[in-house]
Every structure is written in C-alpha cells, then in structure tokens.
C-alpha cells in the first residue's frame, strides 16, 4: 500500500533496497520513526502479532489514528478543506489550533498534502507549523482507501512518544526497523555541523547526535537479545563507526527536496546506508 502521508525522508523509494533484509515472518514489528508508514506499510502482510508505531509529532500521530478509529467524523472535515482549498485558506489553516483530536488529524493531512514539498517543519520556539504553501491541490483519500487503511491499523498500536518507550518489549521472532531523522552533515562528531542537510527538525524537538548514540546502545542490546532489526540512515564515517557488529549496505540515492523551488535543499545524489542488525 502506498502511503497516505508524504514524508521528507520517507522510504517509498528505497523499499526495494530494505524489504530484502527483512524477515517474511514477523512476529511483533516495532517502528518508533513512523513517519509515512511507508516500511511498515509494505511489511505489514508479514505480521502475525502486532505492530507497534510510535513517532514524536503528535499532529501526524493523530492522522494515523484517526484513520484507524474515527474515519467517519474524519471524512467531511477532509471534505470541507477540499471545497476551501486555497494558497489563502492554507495560510489561515496553518495559523489556527485545531480544537479537537479528529480536527488535529484532518488539519494535519490537509497541511501534509499542500505544503511545500509536503515539508513538515515546526519552529522551536511555539511548536506552531511553519512551512509555506506548496502550489498543489489538496487531494484527500476516498472511502475505500481509508477503509483500507484502517484494516491494516487495526493490529497496530500507535503513540505520539520517544523511540526509548517503544523498543524496550522487543523479543527474538519480532522485527525493528529505524528510520531516525538523518542528522546535519558533519565529519566528526566534534565539529560544529554544516549548515545544510538539516532534516532532524520535524517536531520542535530535534533528534540530535547525544540520541543517535543512544540509539545505537539499544541497536546492540536489540542484536544481544535476538531481535533482527534494521535502520537507515545517511552513509558516513561517523554512522558506519556507530554499528561495528552491523552488516552495512551502502548506495547513493537520488534526492529531490527542492522539486518545486530552484532553493537547493541537500545534494540530488545522496549518499545512504542500509544497517542490518546481526542476531
């Protein structure tokens, strides 16, 4: 199934590339960056327990669950931003604070599907959204596939919370995979960052380098207890040093962030890696 929120970062792309390196029986499948879903999405079929989803935005936390639970109420709100859509409209949309769970959710899938690249990016000051309009139309999802989607859900328990919460129940037989916010550029982890490539700031929290190293402590702990997990992330020296017991498999991609503005957000060609955990 192909994602129902665009992502920067998401792994649509690249499923070809990961999907080998997972296990076609899943036990328990744990994703703490969900993002668009677009790994899980894929592996779902493979799940015989349940999928356990976390990420930190609580906006995009709240679509997934509300396509899951509430569909009926979510419909005529994605309805009413449809017949409204306007590069006016969107500005007053994203000035406003949604009133309710379900308003969350339909304020965030209208945003995500008509903002710039359809960018997520909040300030850290106020946590409030502020990416400009895209120049697209808003096209919601029809009946039949929020439906689909909700059957898929309706195994998976989904949380607005940090990654250290979700991974702690993991067992041998289950399957984790990582798609943490790709840290700034740099060349060792004493040099101050470049100032591009900043993809760590989808909340007004960011994933920054002291959470990476925590993450790769879990990464170990997950391999010593029997786990098969995977993680991508950009291939440098300094995330190749972090998984010395990890196979990794590197390749260089092609970004295109700036698809819509002649602003160049990250290199076309991208350097990534692929870290399968060994059990």
């Known amino acids: 199934m ?4 665009r992502w920067a970062g998401g792994k649509s792309r690249l499923l070809s590339r990961i999907l080998p390196h997972v ?3 899943i036990g328990d499948y ?3 960056f969900l993002g668009g879903g677009a790994v899980f999405l894929a592996c779902a079929g493979r799940v015989s327990g349940r999928s356990h989803l976390a990420d930190l935005n609580e906006h995009l936390v709240a679509a997934w669950i ?3 639970d509430r569909p009926a109420e979510l ?3 994605l309805d009413w931003y449809l017949a409204n859509d306007s590069k006016e409209f969107y500005y007053e949309v994203r000035a406003a604070v949604p009133t309710g769970f379900v308003e969350k959710a339909a304020r965030f899938l209208y945003l995500n599907g008509v903002s710039w690249n359809h960018l997520w990016r909040e300030n850290s000051r106020t946590g409030a959204m502020n990416v400009p309009w895209g120049d697209r139309q808003f096209r919601p999802m029809d009946d039949a596939a929020m439906k689909a989607y909700g059957d898929v859900l309706a195994r998976a328990d989904i949380a607005a919370t940090d990654f250290r919460a979700v991974l702690g129940g993991a067992r041998r037989g289950d399957f984790v995979y990582l798609d943490p916010p790709y840290l700034p550029v740099f060349t060792r982890p004493d040099v101050e960052k470049e100032p591009t490539a900043k993809f760590n700031k989808y909340t007004a929290k960011t994933f920054e380098l002291p959470d990476l190293l925590e993450l790769a402590e ?7 207890r029997g ?3 995977v993680m991508s992330n950009r291939d ?4 190749r040093a972090l998984f010395p017991g990890a196979e990794i498999v590197r390749f260089t991609t092609h970004r295109s962030l700036a698809a819509q503005s002649r602003r160049e957000v990250e290199a076309h060609r991208s350097p990534e890696a692929i870290i399968v955990g060994r059990v």
């Open 75 to 77: 419909r005529p709100l």
């Open 236 to 239: 440098t020296e300094p995330i």
């Open 66 to 68: 509300a396509v899951r």
């Open 218 to 224: 879990i990464c170990a702990d997950l391999s010593r």
């Open 227 to 229: 786990v098969r997990w």
């Open 30 to 32: 744990y994703e703490p």
């Open 2 to 5: 192909r994602p129902f929120i």
């Open 23 to 25: 296990p076609a029986t």
